[in-house]
């Protein structure tokens, strides 16, 4: 039972062009979602998160959307840079457990990015 | 900067043979967490801790157990190595709820 979906296993872009990432969830539990990039040989690093009671977070390049009646984030990646080829994890956690969560994250499958120069 | 330090970045088994994957984070952490990493399937948990000598199953625990007898090292062990075990294996380590992951490097193991 797939609960974060990424269901693009890939997405080819151009450099300056605007990469979209997409997420589902299905659990009504999740109210905090993360993105972590991940290159080749390395462990997967924080990208950026939001929370439920928001719908959008950004940090510089990169933004994330989030609508919770659709169960639905994507994080838009404005330029693209070819040094942002790499495999991006959707991932979600119940924040507002009862500290049962223990800040487990659930993960989607990944997509990878592949930005053209 | 918290690090989470995998001990092994590749590693070679063969079938049958028992595995030790170590795992040691430096800024007292509580939480600590066991992924493997597959294409198409993404990164599943197999094991995590809230404490010393706790542990808790992930979604895919069979064939897997976890150690904690110190709180900077979570260790997992494969009893008897298998072919289907050949996978990135991924540690991490979080403070708690709403404070995300820091991951090791990651060990690839390949089981012949």
């Known amino acids: 039972d797939q609960q974060v979906k990424q269901n693009s296993p890939s997405l080819s872009v151009q450099e300056g062009r605007i990469s979209i990432l997409n997420c589902d969830y299905t659990?009504?539990?999740?109210?905090?979602f993360l993105w972590y990039k991940k290159y080749p040989a390395e462990g997967p690093t924080f990208l950026i998160s939001?929370?439920?009671?928001?719908d959008k977070n950004e940090d510089g390049r990169f933004t994330v959307f989030l609508n919770k009646s659709a169960k639905h984030l994507s994080l838009h990646i404005v330029p693209s840079q070819p040094g942002d080829s790499a495999v991006y994890f959707c991932?979600?956690?119940?924040?507002?457990?009862?500290?049962?969560?223990?800040?487990?994250?659930?993960f989607g499958q990944g997509t990878i990015l592949t930005v053209h120069p | 900067d918290v690090k989470v330090t995998q001990s092994s970045r590749y590693l070679v088994k063969r079938t049958g043979e028992k595995v030790f994957l170590e795992c040691v984070q430096d800024?007292?952490?509580?939480?600590m967490f066991w992924y493997r990493q597959d294409p198409g399937l993404g990164l599943r948990l197999i094991y995590f801790?809230?404490?010393?000598?706790?542990?808790e199953k992930g979604d895919i625990p069979e064939g897997y157990s976890v150690s904690r007898e110190k709180k900077e090292r979570f260790s997992l062990i494969l009893e008897s190595a298998s072919t289907n075990q050949t996978s990135m294996y991924l540690c991490?380590?979080?403070?708690?709820?709403?404070?995300?992951?820091?991951f090791g490097s990651g060990t690839r193991l390949t089981v012949v």
């Open positions: 659990n009504s539990m999740f109210d905090y």
């Open positions: 939001i929370s439920s009671i928001k």
């Open positions: 800024m007292d952490h509580e939480n």
């Open positions: 991932a979600a956690t119940p924040l507002n457990a009862g500290g049962t969560s223990y800040g487990k994250l659930t």
């Open positions: 801790s809230y404490d010393v000598k706790m542990k």
């Open positions: 991490a380590s979080t403070l708690g709820q709403g404070y995300g992951y820091t």
